[in-house]
């Protein structure tokens, strides 16, 4: 199993700065693919970033050019960065992880709950 534990939510106001962390331990896989998605009550669970082990990125066309996704792969620390954040951006964040996929696929996916390991998230206010 693989375990995830984010951490960095806050409470920011509208064109501010946050970045969210993802610790990841447990089973490592070769070929990884970590991500990020949103969950806002009511609203259908959004993919918003993956990056998989080639280095390759991407992004919901919701979050693109705001929001970066990286990894300290020494650390196995997933990071998201989120510029000029707006009042939509309101949500918990979580993250994802799964095995033998690439970024571009894992994001159409990484909402389901069959599509690998999850955290329990963190809240992101934005007023």
């Known amino acids: 199993d693989v375990q995830l534990v984010e951490s960095g939510g806050d409470s920011v106001q509208a064109g501010g700065s946050l970045r969210l962390s993802c610790a990841a331990s447990?089973?490592?896989?070769?070929?990884?693919?970590m991500g990020w998605f949103r969950q806002v009550p009511g609203k259908e669970r959004e993919g918003l970033a993956t990056?998989?082990?080639?280095?390759?990125?991407a992004y919901a066309d919701s979050v693109k050019g705001r929001f970066t996704i990286s990894k300290d792969n020494d650390k196995n620390i997933l990071y998201l960065q989120m510029d000029s954040l707006t009042p939509e951006d309101t949500g918990t964040y979580r993250c994802?992880?799964?095995?033998?996929?690439?970024?571009?696929?894992?994001?159409?996916?990484?909402?389901?709950?069959?599509?690998?390991?999850w955290g329990e998230g963190t809240q992101v206010t934005v007023s």
């Open positions: 994802a992880a799964s095995w033998d996929v690439t970024a571009p696929a894992y994001l159409g996916r990484i909402a389901y709950p069959w599509s690998g390991y």
């Open positions: 447990g089973r490592n896989y070769v070929k990884w693919c």
């Open positions: 990056l998989d082990w080639r280095g390759i990125t």
